[in-house]
């Protein structure tokens, strides 16, 4: 009899608790439910509205084709289809076979008169363009804008700017030929000397664990940081002890605080042009597919390049170093008179300070 009781008190208890429980489940489910309908809506309607505004941003207008290049436009004196011409080269070899997505993705310009004050209707797909650019500035403006799907977040987070194509990759190489030599880094002058590991290193193409010490290896680097980056942010309030510190010589002190700054804040030793260069070469060894796989590996930075590249990423960071190096800007040659004019006006000057009375007895 005592069994049955205890039986009962027990269901008694429990059961009421469980169908509680369910029914805040139930509950939980259907908001959940509910608000899955509610976005799927509004994304219907977002797709709907988006849809009659493209057509009507693109009734009444020109399509220019180029290559897989599509271009809406009113007629207006804006050079398009020869921006289109020398921009579709350039577009076509570095995205390769992706580029023939383009075709489903075309721009949508609208030519404006710069000077006029009438108020015109306003458009919210598309670009908005002064009809007076000249060749040159609407290519730049084509390349600048290329309708592709965006980076994935590790890449862009990587890359540090958009991908696009340029018209003179030579002088982009040019220019990281100079960050090479001028840079104030130690692992940056290695990586220009041949060390490949170095390379990789200021490139972050591996481990980013510990890039403190193998990007800014020596304790003046790290000082430097310190107080020309990050003065004004360390030397107040709880960092300030260890700022003068930092200033007083203390190596510890100055790696300390670089510790402590937020991901992503540490300054990197090469700037954009570095990166954009060597996925543009990892792009040019892999050939017309690379691209996409590039966009479809998710694994380290260093291992995507390689694998869009097809070879080893050793062999991918040489490629890059000797382009680099072989970019380096050409030595201006001086015609023989001028050594005789500079000796010429050397001598004038000297003479010119000998007469003056500061030089007098």
Known sequence: MSRTLASVLF??????????????????????????RAWRDAQAIANVADSLERERATAGRDTIAVGHLRIIANRSPLPLRQAAERAWPAIDSLYGSAAADLIQYPYIIRAIDPDTTVQRSVFHVGLEVPWDLDLRWTTTLLLANVPVPPLDRPLADWLGAPLRPSLDPADER?????????????????????????????LALGDTSGLLERWYPSPPERRALVTESFGDFFNHGANAQAFQACLALSDAACTGLLRTLPPGTLPRPLAYAARATIVREALRLGGRDSYRRLLESDVQIGERLAAAAGVGLDSLVGAWRNAIVAARPTAVALPWWAVGAAFGWLAFFGACGMRSSRWRL
């Not at 269901?11 to 899955?36: C, E, F, K, N, Y």
């Open 11 to 36: 269901l008694w208890m429990v059961v009421p608790h469980a169908w509680a429980q369910d029914t805040v489940v139930i509950r939980l489910q259907g908001r959940a439910d509910s608000l899955l």
């Open 174 to 202: 040019r220019t990281v030929y100079l960050q090479l030599v001028t840079a104030p880094s130690q692992a940056v002058r290695a990586c220009f000397l041949g060390v490949l590991a170095r390379c990789a290193d200021v």
